[in-house]
């Protein structure tokens, strides 16, 4: 993405990781896109908060230049990871054969004739350890499938005793058609409430 007709700069936008109490660092590439030899200034609006190096120097033709961008330890986060600090970077066409150690502060003055731009970044915080997803655990630290397949299992118990005491009941009665029946249908009540609690309790 071309960000001006002297300088292409990449990225356009500066992303910090973000942590707390830790200083953070990042880096554009400045490139040259002219013949010519090409100077470039960077500043910021929050100066005690940057480190910038290099912060001035000069392109040459096709070159490229690299530009460490740190920012100092923070005590405190931001406001939903928000930032309102802002970089801009300077850039001027110089005579042929200039060396950073010739740049003056005057030469990045808007004077009329001269080819000069700017571009500005934004900041932008990423969390630098995002948290990772991870399976969920029980109380006592046994993956939540286990314990769907124990429950699975117990059910599987309570319903073949449910068929067999129905088995058992529809005997008797065949058998008895007074008293007994009232009887076995209290003992079948009692074991189910039994098989359920317990798959209650383990589930």
Request: proline share 7%.
């Amino acid at each position: 993405m071309s960000t001006g007709d002297l300088l292409n700069i990449q990225p356009t936008e500066l992303k910090f990781p973000f942590e707390l109490r830790k200083q953070s660092s990042c880096s554009m590439r400045l490139t040259n896109k002219t013949e010519h030899y090409v100077a470039f200034k960077v500043k910021t609006t929050n100066p005690k908060k940057y480190c910038v190096r290099p912060n001035t120097g000069v392109v040459l033709p096709g070159a490229t230049c690299d530009v460490t961008v740190t920012m100092q330890a923070q005590k405190e986060a931001p406001l939903d990871m928000q930032c309102k600090d802002k970089f801009l970077v300077q850039s001027v066409v110089l005579p042929d054969g200039t060396s950073t150690k010739d740049l003056a502060p005057e030469a990045f003055n808007k004077d009329e004739g001269k080819v000069a731009e700017e571009f500005k970044l934004r900041v932008v915080y990423i969390p630098a350890n995002p948290p990772s997803p991870v399976p969920e655990e029980s109380e006592e630290g046994s993956p939540t499938h286990e314990i769907g397949n124990q429950s699975a299992l117990l059910a599987s118990a309570v319903a073949q005793s449910l068929e067999e005491s129905k088995d058992m009941l529809k005997r008797e009665i065949s058998r008895k058609r007074s008293g007994g029946v009232s009887i076995l249908f209290v003992v079948l009540i009692g074991i189910l409430g039994v098989l359920i609690g317990y798959l209650l309790k383990r589930a």
